[in-house]
């Protein structure tokens, strides 16, 4: 008589031998893989278990290549106290003071945890587990064990920030990426003991791109060559249609038919499926019917939620069949996200891995590469070219969610000159 463990044995060899029929041999390996990567973290943080790895040297070869010039000097700490650098010290405390008497938001917290860990993947080559709840107490104002934490980031050790500014530059040529990455950093570093000069630098350095983004912004302008883009970008019933079928890929058909019927920023990659029409004021969502068609968005959390607060857009017709089957196929149950990772339909992209996602699917379409911030950019062009009258204008914004004034300046009408602006 065959024991349990053997029957089990011939059991798990069965299933592997038909799971590998199914999907072919590459395939099956790379989804054991997935499948093993998500077990071992699961248990390593149950067991609060952390797998220790050298600091990895910050890649600043070849020399960063940026769109605007923003200076970046070594950080500057005081040596000799006088009375001028006493005054600056002591304003500098001020302002860490109010910043940390001042409650981020929840979906601000989120947003720069997000930011930190994805520096922190980047530059240790690892995940970091746990202590993402440490950050969050830092962001919160909470007690936090800071020599623990300090020791798992150690690229943000004392008078040694310029290497990582630099690193996340060339990261994120683009500005208002890096202005994003900025912003995490401040709001991170002036709730730490301890690091006056570096809050000093980020937060300068923040106010800086923040002004020459803004000056940028108000001219309207824009280069050719992304002219050129902005203008290859038709939102014209039957191109949509021509390039829908231009695409082979569910996936991509689904993520561009989206943001064509209903442009958004990148919270499209935070829906989750959800079966019934129970309405929920946390998280963005996709709701389907018995039969599993999908009737509409619902969005809670997204950039200027705070302005215009829930948004519920039915599914646009033209694209609901084509989200139904890509459902279908890929099996998606309650509270799966829409798009997932391969390992776990339960795991998001992050934001920097989506927006890649969303690039790759546009150049598939206009062989060029396309950011979202450029897409929304030849929403507001293509639209307000066309407005009859100013209230057309206001739904072209409310559709972007943002408001009038920041749509305008989205519209794109002149062409960039070189010139400098100081």
Same mark, same amino acid.
């Given at each position: 008589?065959?024991?349990?463990?053997?029957?089990?044995?011939?059991?798990?060899?069965?299933?592997?031998?038909?799971?590998?029929?199914?999907?072919?041999?590459?395939?099956?390996?790379?989804?054991?893989?997935?499948?093993?990567?998500?077990?071992?973290?699961?248990?390593?943080?149950?067991?609060?278990?952390?797998?220790?790895?050298?600091?990895?040297?910050?890649?600043?070869?070849?020399?960063?290549?940026?769109?605007?010039?923003?200076?970046?000097?070594?950080?500057?700490?005081?040596?000799?106290?006088?009375?001028?650098?006493?005054?600056?010290?002591?304003?500098?405390?001020?302002?860490?003071?109010?910043?940390?008497?001042?409650?981020?938001?929840d979906k601000t917290v989120k947003i720069y945890l997000d930011?930190?860990?994805?520096?922190?993947?980047?530059?240790?080559?690892?995940?970091?587990?746990?202590?993402?709840?440490?950050?969050?107490?830092?962001?919160?104002?909470q007690v936090y064990n800071e020599t623990e934490l300090m020791?798992?980031?150690?690229?943000?050790?004392?008078?040694?920030?310029?290497?990582?500014?630099?690193?996340?530059?060339?990261?994120?040529?683009?500005?208002?990426?890096?202005?994003?990455?900025?912003?995490?950093?401040?709001?991170?570093?002036?709730?730490?003991?301890?690091?006056?000069?570096?809050?000093?630098?980020?937060?300068?350095?923040?106010?800086?791109?923040?002004?020459?983004?803004?000056?940028?912004?108000?001219?309207?302008?824009?280069?050719?060559?992304?002219?050129?883009? +902005?203008?290859?970008?038709?939102?014209?019933?039957? %191109? *949509?249609?021509?390039?829908?079928?231009?695409?082979? /890929? &569910? $996936?991509? =058909?689904?993520?561009?038919?989206?943001?064509?019927?209903?442009?958004?920023?990148?919270?499209?990659?935070?829906?989750?499926?959800?079966?019934?029409?129970?309405?929920?004021?946390?998280?963005?969502?996709?709701?389907?019917?018995?039969?599993?068609?999908?009737?509409?968005?619902?969005?809670?959390?997204?950039?200027?939620?705070?302005?215009?607060?829930?948004? +519920?857009?039915?599914?646009?017709?033209?694209?609901? %069949? *084509?989200?139904?089957?890509?459902?279908?196929?890929? /099996? &998606? $149950?309650? =509270?799966?996200?829409?798009?997932?990772?391969?390992?776990?339909?339960?795991?998001?992209?992050?934001?920097?891995?989506?927006?890649?996602?969303?690039?790759?699917?546009?150049?598939?379409?206009?062989?060029?590469?396309?950011?979202?911030?450029?897409?929304?950019?030849?929403?507001?062009?293509?639209?307000?070219?066309?407005?009859?009258?100013?209230?057309?204008?206001?739904?072209?914004?409310?559709?972007?969610?943002?408001?009038?004034?920041?749509?305008?300046?989205?519209?794109?009408?002149?062409?960039? =000159?070189?010139?400098?602006?100081?």
């Amino acid at each position: 008589m065959t024991t349990l463990q053997e029957r089990n044995r011939v059991y798990q060899a069965r299933h592997r031998a038909k799971k590998r029929a199914e999907l072919g041999n590459e395939e099956f390996k790379k989804e054991n893989r997935d499948y093993m990567k998500t077990y071992r973290d699961a248990r390593n943080e149950a067991e609060g278990y952390e797998k220790k790895r050298p600091v990895q040297e910050l890649p600043l070869e070849p020399p960063i290549v940026v769109k605007k010039t923003i200076t970046l000097k070594p950080i500057k700490t005081k040596t000799k106290e006088t009375a001028k650098t006493k005054k600056q010290a002591l304003n500098i405390q001020v302002q860490k003071k109010k910043l940390k008497l001042k409650k981020l938001s929840d979906k601000t917290v989120k947003i720069y945890l997000d930011n930190l860990t994805t520096l922190h993947h980047q530059i240790q080559k690892e995940q970091l587990g746990r202590w993402r709840q440490e950050i969050v107490k830092v962001l919160k104002g909470q007690v936090y064990n800071e020599t623990e934490l300090m020791k798992q980031l150690p690229y943000l050790k004392r008078n040694n920030l310029l290497p990582v500014i630099e690193f996340l530059r060339e990261q994120y040529p683009e500005d208002n990426t890096f202005k994003t990455k900025i912003s995490a950093l401040t709001g991170f570093l002036g709730r730490l003991e301890g690091y006056e000069a570096e809050y000093e630098y980020v937060s300068d350095l923040g106010i800086s791109l923040q002004k020459k983004y803004t000056a940028d912004r108000d001219l309207n302008e824009i280069s050719q060559e992304e002219m050129d883009i +902005i203008n290859l970008i038709t939102f014209d019933e039957g %191109d *949509i249609r021509k390039n829908l079928k231009k695409l082979t /890929d &569910l $996936k991509d =058909k689904v993520l561009y038919g989206i943001y064509m019927y209903m442009p958004r920023r990148l919270e499209v990659r935070l829906v989750q499926i959800q079966y019934g029409s129970k309405d929920t004021d946390k998280g963005n969502f996709l709701i389907l019917n018995k039969m599993k068609m999908p009737e509409k968005f619902i969005f809670n959390e997204y950039k200027t939620s705070d302005t215009y607060g829930k948004q +519920i857009i039915d599914v646009p017709d033209e694209i609901q %069949d *084509i989200i139904h089957k890509y459902i279908l196929n890929n /099996d &998606l $149950k309650n =509270k799966d996200y829409l798009f997932y990772l391969d390992r776990n339909k339960r795991e998001p992209y992050d934001e920097g891995a989506f927006s890649v996602i969303f690039s790759n699917v546009f150049k598939k379409v206009y062989g060029k590469h396309i950011t979202n911030q450029m897409f929304r950019k030849s929403y507001a062009t293509y639209f307000n070219k066309r407005a009859k009258n100013l209230g057309e204008k206001k739904k072209y914004a409310n559709d972007l969610s943002h408001s009038l004034s920041v749509h305008l300046e989205y519209e794109k009408y002149n062409i960039k =000159k070189n010139i400098t602006i100081i």
